[in-house]
DNA sequence: TGGATTGTTTACTGATTTGGTAAAGAATTC
DNA sequence: GAATTCTTTACCAAATCAGTAAACAATCCA
């Protein structure tokens, strides 16, 4: 099936909640959890491996929590959903030479490395600086 | 995960091998399953569902077999996944009003709506007549 | 009519993924 | 050393995926 799982959803909302907190200090778990309406423990493994991919940087301790590791403008969806769901691959054929049984003479596989090719490109097109812009004009997610 | 299951990928590999044949009388799924290396109990359920999709016609009993209802070039991508798979949905957010807590605020909806809208042009973009004539260039899928 | 041939339907299975819970552990601050 | 915060691991139920098996129904032909 073609779907975005919901700890990638998850993991947008939560980039997307410490970009609009940028440069005004840490937000811990606690407050992202009340902001995004995420389970607590689903949560915390989310940011887990957003922080283990360097997406962001953790702090333990009292005033601890967590920051972007770049400014907003570098930041894009591809790399988010990488960040959770491992590489883009629409399908098995394209993971390596010789998985598909007709791998060479196959003319289905070129099309599914294009259109591939085309998520990939759409979703780096897609900024964390543009979802904070859409959302100031929504007026969601408001922290205060 | 973004994946096109293997269901589909059989199912286009079906399609393709009827429409290499289209006007030389039906193929059966025995003929089917030597051509495209698909196992036989699983090939007879995907061919189930693209009759039921009504995207070919059956017939029983000897010279039985299959073929398209309608002529190559009217068949898409898009559809051939949505015989299989259902309506393509890459977010359950998109999928009704009410399903996502944050719903009209979500900054982020919109964008996989775009997403979704995109690859849908992008799957009926590429027709069965097309893939034919990639699989004549490549000079596989030989029937005989 | 009855057997051979071909598609249809349904039930089942084991492996993997998904969404989520829980708790022990480690780092940091005060 | 206690409180706070992130990290890691183990676990769980439900759904999906890939595939098997077999009973069943329709059709053709002798």
């Given at each position: 099936?073609?779907?975005?799982?919901?700890?990638?959803?998850?993991?947008?909302?939560?980039?997307?909640?410490?970009?609009r907190h940028a440069g005004e200090g840490r937000l811990s778990t606690q407050q992202i959890q009340d902001q995004m309406l995420v389970?607590?423990?689903?949560l915390q493994r989310?940011?887990?491996?957003?922080?283990?991919q360097k997406l962001i940087k953790t702090y333990t301790g009292p005033n601890g929590g967590l920051e972007l590791t770049r400014s907003v403008e570098t930041f894009?969806?591809?790399e988010i959903y990488e960040a959770i769901e491992g590489p883009l691959l629409i399908s098995d054929c394209l993971e390596a030479a010789g998985v598909c049984p007709?791998?060479?003479?196959?003319?289905v596989r070129p099309r599914w490395a294009c259109l591939q090719?085309?998520?990939?490109?759409?979703?780096e097109a897609?900024?964390?600086?543009?979802?904070?812009?859409?959302?100031?004009?929504?007026?969601?997610?408001?922290?205060?």
């Amino acid at each position: 099936m073609i779907r975005i799982n919901r700890r990638t959803d998850y993991a947008v909302r939560v980039m997307l909640a410490l970009a609009r907190h940028a440069g005004e200090g840490r937000l811990s778990t606690q407050q992202i959890q009340d902001q995004m309406l995420v389970p607590r423990a689903f949560l915390q493994r989310i940011i887990a491996d957003l922080s283990r991919q360097k997406l962001i940087k953790t702090y333990t301790g009292p005033n601890g929590g967590l920051e972007l590791t770049r400014s907003v403008e570098t930041f894009n969806l591809r790399e988010i959903y990488e960040a959770i769901e491992g590489p883009l691959l629409i399908s098995d054929c394209l993971e390596a030479a010789g998985v598909c049984p007709l791998d060479k003479g196959c003319p289905v596989r070129p099309r599914w490395a294009c259109l591939q090719a085309l998520m990939a490109r759409e979703l780096e097109a897609i900024t964390l600086a543009e979802l904070v812009a859409d959302a100031d004009k929504i007026g969601q997610f408001q922290t205060r």
